[in-house]
C-alpha cells in the first residue's frame, strides 16, 4: 500500500513492490490522474474497486480502450453504507 501523486515516484514503487507481476485487484479512494495509472498496471482481466473521491477530482485516464482491451472492471460502494450508524 502506498499513496502519491508523483507519476514517476509511484512508476518506481510499482516496480520495486511488484517487479514483474502486475496486480489483480486494487482498492483506490483518492481518484483523480493517477486512477488510470493505477488501471495501466492492472493485471489482464484485474478489477478497481473505488470507494472514495479523497482529491475532489473526476476519474482521469480510464478509457475506453483500455477497459476493453485488458477486460477491466471498476466495482464502487459507498463506505458510509458499511460503517455502523
Request: hydrophobic share 35%; proline share 5%; aromatic share 8%.
Amino acid at each position: 500500500m502506498f499513496c502519491t501523486e508523483n507519476e514517476e515516484e509511484f512508476e518506481g514503487l510499482m516496480k520495486e513492490i511488484c517487479g514483474t507481476k502486475k496486480p489483480t485487484v486494487c482498492i483506490e479512494s483518492v481518484s483523480g490522474p493517477m486512477t488510470g495509472q493505477v488501471m495501466k498496471h492492472l493485471h489482464t482481466g484485474g478489477t478497481m474497486i473505488m470507494y472514495g473521491a479523497l482529491s475532489g477530482k473526476p476519474i482521469e485516464g480510464v478509457t475506453v480502450g483500455l477497459l476493453l482491451t485488458k477486460n477491466l472492471k471498476i466495482e464502487s460502494f459507498w463506505l458510509s453504507n458499511w460503517i455502523p450508524q
